[in-house]
């Protein structure tokens, strides 16, 4: 499963996917409407390979989303409605606030909401996953904007078993550096077995697997000043 907007990959003995996106601003010559439902297929189509599968999918949506519900909240009177994948994913939610991570979304980027605003939260209702922006680490009760100090448009998506995977999340201060205008969202992420990190050969660029793996440089964010 692969797309020029979203790379996926995986560790070899794991369940989550991991999801790298870019969408071109909207209105701009690359924009389209059309990548969400790429990645939403993209997700349909991983999620019929791997059993009990979760996500982790972050990156520059270009979405201005405000603080629009991500999941839909389903009236326990309800009923003779077959509902449950919503039903479940509900539950999940409400199982954050027993963690300590609210249900209620906040963001600093409280202005108009985009069309890519809407089919992100509309993607995050129908798949299960839940924005981290504003839930986490030291954004918890925040939602600190991501790009030029005004728009919040760099997110990462988790299904909700995921969060209590997530530390040290927070959005950095603008780094001319590192970016033309957007900030570094920092997070770990614990998995199980720390032993997969050790090995490159451990990591899945594709679903169906690959032959090779490209080694590519990583930031030093201690290094900075050096360049």
Sequence with gaps: VCHENCLWFKFKNSNVIYGIVYIPPEGSHYSSLEIFNVIGSNIVDISAQIE???????????????????????????????????????????????????ID???????????????????????????????????????????????????????????????????????????????CISFKFSIKNIELLQNASDVDTDIDNVECIVEKPIWDNCAKNKF
């Design 52 to 102: 009990n599968v979760s996500f982790v999918i972050l990156g520059d949506f270009n979405a201005r989303s405000n603080t629009m519900s991500d999941f839909v909240n389903i009236d326990p009177y309800i009923s003779n409605v077959s509902l449950d994948n919503i039903t479940s994913h509900t539950l999940s939610m409400n199982n954050l606030v027993e963690l300590g991570f609210p």
């Design 105 to 183: 979304r906040f963001s600093g980027d409280e202005c108009f909401v985009n069309n890519y605003g809407y089919r992100l939260v509309d993607m995050c209702k129908a798949f299960g996953l839940a924005i981290g922006n504003g839930r986490c680490g030291k954004d918890m009760y925040v939602g600190k904007c991501t790009c030029k100090g005004t728009s919040l448009v760099d997110y990462v998506l988790l299904s909700p078993c995921n969060f209590p995977c997530v530390f040290d999340f927070e959005v950095l201060d603008f780094d001319p550096i590192l970016s033309d205008a957007h900030c």
